[in-house]
């Protein structure tokens, strides 16, 4: 199947971005590309790093000028980082040049995947919760679909990203 623009996922940490675009590019035949990773990559170091040496903001710019290098690219699937949305620009960048698709999911899935032991749980669901409420009208204000990843397998939600696109 040749896609016309490129798939954008978005949505918190913990929706699957990463799994559901990697085994997205292979049925499609097309680069996979996860902002942060490719941050890490051209800086050399990981994201915790960068923004303990250059601050929030100086991960925010690099960020901007990654998803900006990255959506210039066309047949592509894309997965950014999910504090990205929160840039005017790059909503702007990405709704201009592909398809959004919002993985929604809940806090409880995004703990869980998380994977951290219960005395971290309260201190992190405090900060999903305050990240979710900044950010949900963002990520729905932004996507050209929603879709639910709690208790689906990842192949029916790729199936269901597909079938939106050729619905296009």
């Given at each position: 199947m040749a896609i016309k623009q490129n798939i954008i996922l978005i949505g918190p940490a913990g929706a699957g971005k990463s799994t559901i675009g990697k085994l997205l590019s292979e049925y499609l035949h097309v680069?996979?590309?996860d902002s942060d990773s490719v941050i890490e990559q051209r800086a050399g170091a990981d994201i915790g790093w960068i923004i303990d040496?250059?601050?929030?903001?100086g991960f925010r710019h690099r960020e901007e000028n990654i998803?900006?290098?990255?959506?210039?690219?066309t047949n592509i699937v894309l997965a950014i980082g999910d504090g990205a949305i929160i840039n005017k620009r790059n909503r702007n960048r990405i709704n201009a040049r592909g398809y959004v698709i919002y993985l929604a999911t809940s806090i409880e899935k995004q703990l869980s995947r998380a994977k951290r032991d219960k005395s971290d749980n309260s201190l992190l669901r405090d900060k999903l919760e305050m990240m979710i409420k900044e950010r949900e009208p963002l990520y729905q204000n932004t996507s050209d679909i929603i879709i639910d990843t709690d208790n689906k397998n990842v192949n029916v939600i790729v199936n269901e990203i597909i079938e939106y696109i050729n619905k296009k």
């Open positions: 680069d996979f590309f040496i250059e601050g929030e903001c998803i900006n290098s990255l959506t210039e690219k």
